[in-house]
């Protein structure tokens, strides 16, 4: 059997080598002319070009194509590389995502996303005070967080009413809000960008709000989400949606082809976290071997670190909640028809592993007193 793997991401690097630990013959395509790296880590090592090439792996595996992969033809069952060809038997897409733009910065000097190791090296070449972050979202806050560490002034603008808004709710986000404040970084929540202002060499010099008011700004990251990477597999005829459509087996609509990872929609849902890009990694490989393995939801958990403090969401924060707030530590547990269904730690992770057990399981409402007994 000969496997192709697009995307040489968490999920494809990771099911290009357990299959070819099992001997199977494996090709894996990525568009990047360097090696595997993990891209969570790419903001710590910004401005700074031994860490940056630290995050690479030392070495290559024998299997890895440093080559776009630019078309597939699932009728003749082949991978096209510009005009060469290559024949699979298997193929996963694991294509990941792609950074969401905004068209008013498309051509602005000065404005770029940090999705990439070429995106990494290219903002700690360039980068000049001030700095914005537009966008408060994980990555968003961690990269924000990173750029100032090295002694950068750094705004975050947050459309949302609060930051972390698909992770937090209002008490959790404004306790992070003033930690992060507290460690320099200036966010502004709720504001809305309009219009950008260029100086006479078309580099940005601001940012101006609906309120029109003016942000300086001379570098400008855009963390505004991201959009997962279907391109390749909608030319090729797959079924699309928001994602690569995959059913509990992970196979697309060609039962030859499987899609994993950020670029995967299962049940309407495109998580685009690493635990999901593994889970489905773990879960193509054992199909790929001959298994009839249906694909199980892992826990949805997502964690910042800041200095001096932690914090941990897990599952659906929507809906009503037991909480409790003593400081700077909070947690709020939502509880639906007596099953947990989602969970905000901050400032304390004593009580992730009571919720990553009982994630989606019954809990009473005295073991949810307990936890709040803090």
């Known amino acids: 059997m000969n496997v192709i793997v697009i995307g040489n991401g968490v999920a494809g690097a990771t099911v290009a080598a357990k ?5 199977v013959s494996v090709q894996l395509f990525s568009e990047e002319p360097v090696g595997f790296y993990s891209r969570i880590l790419l903001p710590q090592a910004l401005c700074d070009k031994e860490a940056l090439q630290d995050l690479i792996a030392k070495s290559d595996p024998p299997y890895l194509q440093k080559r776009a992969a630019t078309a597939i033809d699932p009728v003749k069952k082949l991978v096209y590389s510009g005009a060469a060809a290559f024949p699979y038997d298997k193929l996963v897409i694991a294509t990941g995502s792609r950074s969401r733009m905004l068209d008013i910065f498309s051509c602005t000097d000065g404005a770029c ?3 990439t190791f070429s995106d990494a090296q290219n903002i700690s070449d360039t980068i000049e005070n001030p700095v914005v972050v537009l966008g408060g979202g994980l990555l968003g806050l961690e990269t924000a967080l990173w750029v100032k560490r090295k002694g950068f002034e750094v705004t975050v603008l947050e459309a949302a009413d609060r930051i972390l808004v ?3 709710d209002t008490e959790g986000a404004s306790i992070l809000k003033a930690h992060l404040e507290g460690q320099g970084l200036v966010i502004k929540e709720g504001v809305k960008t309009r219009a950008q202002k260029l100086d006479l060499g078309g580099h940005i010099r601001a940012l101006v709000t609906e309120g029109e008011d003016e942000v300086p700004c001379r570098t400008l990251l855009l963390s505004l989400g991201v959009l997962p990477e279907i391109t390749l597999a909608k030319a090729a005829g797959l079924k699309t949606n928001r994602g690569i459509v995959v059913n509990q087996f992970l196979q697309t609509s060609d039962s030859d082809i499987l899609a994993i990872g950020d670029c995967a929609e299962y049940e309407g849902q495109v998580p685009g976290i690493i635990p999901v890009a593994l889970a489905m990694a773990e879960t193509a490989v054992s199909n790929l071997l001959g298994e009839q393995k249906p694909y199980q939801t892992p826990v949805l958990f997502t964690r910042f670190k800041g200095d001096g403090l932690d914090v941990v969401s897990v599952g659906s924060i929507e809906g009503p909640a037991h909480k409790n707030r003593n400081g700077n530590r909070y947690e709020a ?11 905000i730690l901050v400032g304390s992770t004593a009580h992730l592993g009571f919720v990553r057990s009982h994630y989606q399981k019954e809990v009473s409402d005295e073991e949810i007193a307990t936890l709040l007994a803090f």
């Open 19 to 23: 299959l070819a630990a099992k001997g």
């Open 333 to 343: 547990y939502c509880v639906q028809d007596g099953m947990l269904k989602g969970a």
């Open 113 to 115: 996303a940090l999705r």
């Open 166 to 168: 698909r992770q937090l």
